[in-house]
């Protein structure tokens, strides 16, 4: 895939730096290129990509429009355990207490949709209840939690009807990094 | 071709912040973008560049190769005035006087191709009597005159067989700066 004296990239720039790119700063840089070259080799008609990776989902299809590839991307849909817990292949890693408290993530994204659903429109006070929810967890380390444009990936401060919404957040527990997100139905 | 919240960019590191990419840092990434978008939209079999923007060539034929896209580069040789001056939209912009001073980038190169016929292998050597050529005329101002890997853009400080071997320059003639370059047979 890498010729000798490979030197070229295709770079997002922005969304690929929030979120999950700070903490990883050449990690989508590293997905655009490869993705692009996947895309020449095997000139799909359609591209299928996981939710549960969003902020991959969201920076593929920027590459798609902006570089005018000729291909559909597919989100499919997070599927998860009967508790809720996302499917991953990180969770066989969790300790049985982790792996019990760590279905707090989806308990807390639940939490977000109701209280939206109810009418909060103030992020940061969603955002706070879920901080607390996942902090009586004991081997919980909160590494974010954000409510931001599902498009663009610019933080929220007010929800609002027609701004596609997403909550988004990553937390260790132990040492196993866990991801999750839900998209908001904002009335 | 730039939709809204356009932030995608194909750039390739080294061989873009050299020669040309020098005095323009950014120059090379907006033609690899762009070059990007076109093969996307034509799907070309062929695509033609011209051998006077030599270091375009070489990125994008770096793109191509390094992306895996499914497009022949073909490059076409430098067309030149009776008198050797490369042909060039810029060559208006130049006085009788400066016009007839040009000529003289196409001596230089010619005497580098007979310099290296005659068995000189250091780079430094000929880069010194093109330069001596060069400054005898009274509107010129050299920016930068290179001999070079013609695949990696490397300088080379002493060419040999193998190596394929480029001269490479760029010169103001008055406001007009021109660019030229021939490859050298090296035995």
């Known amino acids: 895939m890498y010729p000798d004296?490979?030197?070229?990239?295709?770079?997002?720039?922005?969304?690929?730096?929030?979120l999950e790119g700070k903490s990883r700063p050449t990690h989508?840089?590293?997905?655009?290129?490869?993705?692009t070259q996947l895309f020449h080799l095997t000139k799909p008609h359609r591209a299928f990509f996981g939710q549960k990776d969003v902020q991959q989902c969201v920076v593929v299809k920027r590459i798609v429009k902006d570089l005018h590839f000729d291909v559909e991307i597919i989100v499919a849909p997070i599927v998860r355990?009967?508790?809720?817990?996302?499917?991953?292949?990180?969770?066989?890693?969790?300790?049985?207490?982790?792996?019990?408290?760590a279905t707090v993530l989806h308990?807390?994204?639940c939490r977000a949709e109701l209280l939206i659903g109810s009418g909060e429109r103030n992020a940061a006070a969603i955002v706070t209840e879920m901080k607390n929810m996942i902090e009586?967890?004991?081997s919980a380390a909160i590494d974010y939690i954000e409510i931001v444009n599902a498009d663009s990936l610019a933080v929220l401060d007010r929800l609002q009807k027609g701004i596609p919404t997403l909550v988004v957040l990553a937390?260790?527990?132990?040492?196993?990094?866990?991801?999750?997100?839900?998209?908001?139905?904002?009335?």
Chains 1, 2 share one sequence.
Do not use: C, H, W
């Open 5 to 18: 004296g490979y030197s070229t990239f295709v770079a997002v720039e922005g969304i690929s730096s929030v």
């Open 28 to 35: 989508f840089r590293g997905v655009t290129t490869i993705v």
């Open 81 to 101: 355990e009967t508790d809720g817990l996302a499917m991953s292949s990180r969770n066989v890693y969790l300790s049985p207490q982790e792996r019990s408290e």
């Open 107 to 109: 308990a807390a994204l």
């Open 136 to 138: 009586l967890k004991k």
């Open 171 to 187: 937390v260790r527990f132990g040492a196993t990094r866990l991801i999750d997100n839900a998209l908001m139905r904002v009335q």
